[in-house]
């Protein structure tokens, strides 16, 4: 079996989300769903088949570079009438009961992972959702306050504008009727 991370066009960190998803060897991913591989975050179509292509490729040449492990095509749909390059097929091994249970607590580790990571995600989901509540109702009332402010301003300013006018007015008057003492005081 060929290591994930051994596979060429995959580094270190999409071997780390390939694993986290379980899929642990090349000849895992060569055998995986497509549809299932663009749903690990970071693969999409083009990449998908990209890496499946690899994964075969890496699978096929491990199996032709050791004679032992060379796969015989079924014959009438019987694995062990088939040939290969003259050999007889290598009958069908069964996992044992060891290798299941482990591939069963590995698949139900990463599926308590992932309820963790889903529910962790929407709690953070929710914390947001509170947040920006309290923002819109922090900004509503912000806009509020401003509004107000600027309609005392605006009263503020009305009215001194209003004494101004007054004054203006007052100084005007003064000085029309300086004006006007002063020529009755020439007329005289």
Do not use: C
């Not at 060897?25 to 179509?45: F, S, W, Y």
């Not at 990449?47 to 009438?76: F, H, I, S, Y």
């Not at 003259?86 to 996992?95: E, F, N, R």
């Amino acid at each position: 079996m060929t290591p994930i991370h051994k596979l060429r066009g995959v580094g270190p960190a999409l071997a780390k989300v390939l694993q986290e998803h379980g899929v642990k060897t090349a000849e895992e991913l060569a055998g995986m769903d497509e549809a299932k591989l663009r749903g690990i975050p970071g693969i999409g179509a083009n990449r998908a088949a990209a890496l499946r292509v690899l994964a075969r490729e890496a699978a096929d040449a491990k199996g032709a570079g050791d004679p032992g492990q060379a796969k015989a095509k079924p014959v009438n749909g019987n694995p062990a009438r088939g040939k290969r390059d003259g050999q007889a097929a290598a009958p069908q091994t069964q996992p044992t009961q060891e290798e299941m249970d482990r591939k069963l607590a590995e698949a139900e580790a990463a599926r308590k992972a992932a309820e963790e990571k889903a529910a962790k995600a929407k709690a953070k989901a929710a914390k947001a959702k509170r947040k920006a509540a309290n923002l819109a109702e922090e900004f509503a009332a912000a806009k509020i306050k401003a509004k107000q402010k600027a309609k005392k301003m605006k009263a503020k300013a009305k009215k001194a504008i209003e004494k101004e006018k007054a004054k203006a007015q007052a100084i005007l008057e003064g000085t029309a009727s300086e004006k006007k003492k002063k020529k009755a005081k020439k007329s005289r």
